[in-house]
């Protein structure tokens, strides 16, 4: 693996489409450069992507039809973002395939659907924004009120950009693992 200026090795991607909450991307964004972690944004075209409040739009780093590299972190904001997403049926098969080469993923928000749709929910917990609790539940995970939970091995989730706070170090622990 390549070894970033801080000396990690893990290599991590941040998932996202037009619509994304700007503060769940920005925030981990600027926390993963301050440590110094490589990462790319991915996404499926190369343009400027925006998020619903218009704040700085983003290009991604890595196109999301041709990954060639294994993820040992996904990290995959909310809003309107995972139901853009969604509407490509490659993505589903992109998550499930970074999930049997190991990535571990973390949603916050609505980002958790992504997750239900590639089938990786059954029978987990799993946190997120309160509207998606039913279809999360349908799909077979239970659905938690909590700010962060840790759902298995390779699943982590945030509630909402409120709880961010939450998601962020556990990421940052994960990466220095």
């Not at 909590?146 to 940052?172: A, C, V, W």
Request: hydrophobic share 35%.
């Amino acid at each position: 693996m390549i070894m970033t200026d801080g000396g990690f090795t893990k290599k991590v991607g941040i998932m996202i489409d037009d619509g994304f909450h700007d503060l769940e991307l920005w925030i981990p964004y600027y926390r993963f450069k301050e440590e110094k972690i490589n990462f790319d944004v991915m996404a499926f075209e190369d343009r400027e992507y925006k998020g619903v409040y218009g704040l700085d739009g983003v290009k991604p780093t890595q196109l999301l039809g041709s990954i060639d590299t294994k993820y040992d972190l996904v990290y995959i904001p909310g809003a309107n973002s995972p139901g853009n997403l969604i509407k490509r049926p490659e993505t589903a098969e992109i998550i499930k395939n970074m999930s049997s080469e190991g990535s571990t993923f973390a949603t916050i928000c609505h980002a958790p659907l992504l997750l239900a749709e590639a089938g990786l929910l059954d029978g987990k917990e799993i946190t997120g924004h309160p509207s998606i609790k039913g279809e999360i539940e349908s799909r077979g995970a239970k659905y938690v009120d909590l700010p962060y939970i840790r759902s298995s091995r390779n699943i982590m989730s945030g509630k909402t950009h409120f709880q961010i706070d939450h998601l962020i170090p556990e990421m940052l622990r994960f990466i220095r693992e």
